[in-house]
């Protein structure tokens, strides 16, 4: 890692906020979205946090994301919803998503919400946690990527999908569950990274565009380069599948669709977990569970085997503690933006 700069969670989310009011957000926008970026980094999901602002800010300007959208409900049938984003921010949309499915799976033992013509959402996992901390399962699905998607299929050379990501979560009686990945080799928002300080990646992440594996992330951001989805055909299998479940269920049409809606489409899903057995009962088995596979002895090379989602809190304990190092080169970009707009720090 680079030099960074510390900057405390409540101090980085203020400033956040400050910056998203001058660009027209609403205060109701702009604290979710702060919060939703800053939660990012407190995990450690740095790819997913406050280096997003500055490109926040100019797909507002260019009209990309809309301010105060007007996110609709267009189909309500069952335990099912469809939801128009109206283009606004992608967290915004998801958070009144998320509320909606809890409600179908409240009343009906389960419910799903489609979400059409949304921006970035940023971590599925936010959305999959706040159903588990509800006492229910949640499965989130996202065909996100631009019109012609960012990844290769397994054995091709252009691109074809999005970074399709995942995202499961349930409860216990310590902390949820949780599952949260892309089904391309890496997320975009890493990759980003990476090109942004100017690192070289690891083979195996893209390919340019003739195909070949590269390890300079300007031949997949300035030369029509391509992500490699992860386990080569499993990782592909996958997003196809989540294409279908978040693109071509709701209508937004899959990633290389010519009339492909963009931004970030999705499925979310909330299982009622007393529906089926009480709640306690399950709580107490996912915590037996924790421990039978945190105590399985460690292989070579490794310390301990730790359960999805337990490294990301434990950075969150130690980042509300001491602070969020935030890359250096990430802060001039935020310092420009907030310059620009009048913003003082």
Avoid at 140 to 150: E, I, T, V
Wanted: contains cysteine; aromatic residues 8%.
């Amino acid at each position: 890692m680079g030099l960074t700069k510390i900057v405390l969670a409540d101090e980085l989310k203020n400033i956040c906020e400050k910056i998203f009011l001058a660009v027209g957000a609403s205060l109701e926008e702009a604290k979710i979205v702060s919060d939703s970026l800053v939660e990012s980094n407190l995990l450690g999901v740095d790819s997913h946090g406050v280096m997003r602002v500055p490109d926040y800010v100019r797909m507002v300007k260019e009209g990309k994301i809309r301010v105060k959208a007007e996110i609709k409900v267009v189909k309500d049938v069952g335990a099912t919803i469809l939801v128009d984003g109206d283009f606004g921010f992608g967290q915004v949309v998801a958070r009144k998503a998320a509320n909606l499915v809890l409600e179908k799976a409240e009343l009906y033992g389960v419910g799903a919400v489609g979400i059409i013509r949304s921006n970035h959402v940023g971590r599925l996992g936010e959305y999959t946690t706040f159903i588990a901390e509800h006492n229910m399962i949640g499965i989130m699905f996202c065909n996100s990527a631009p019109k012609g998607g960012l990844v290769a299929p397994y054995g091709g050379a252009e691109r074809r999908f999005g970074t399709n990501p995942i995202s499961i979560a349930f409860p216990s009686n310590s902390r949820p569950f949780l599952l949260d990945f892309a089904t391309s080799i890496v997320a975009e928002g890493k990759l980003r990274r990476k090109y942004m300080l100017k690192e070289r990646i690891p083979e195996g992440w893209i390919i340019d565009r003739e195909g070949n594996i590269s390890t300079d992330p300007a031949d997949f951001y300035e030369r029509n380069g391509a992500l490699l989805p992860f386990g080569e055909h499993k990782g592909y299998a996958l997003s196809m599948a989540v294409d279908a479940l978040s693109g071509i269920l709701t209508g937004a049409h899959f990633v290389s669709h010519p009339e492909f809606l963009g931004g970030n489409n999705a499925l979310l899903i909330a299982l009622k977990i007393s529906n089926f057995r009480s709640i306690e009962e399950f709580k107490s088995e996912v915590d037996e569970y924790f421990k039978v596979i945190g105590n399985t002895p460690p292989a070579k090379g490794f310390s301990k085997v730790v359960v999805p989602g337990e490294i990301e809190y434990n950075t969150k304990e130690q980042r509300l503690k001491n602070g969020i190092p935030v890359d250096i080169e990430i802060w001039k970009r935020i310092e420009n933006v907030a310059k620009e707009l009048d913003v003082i720090l």
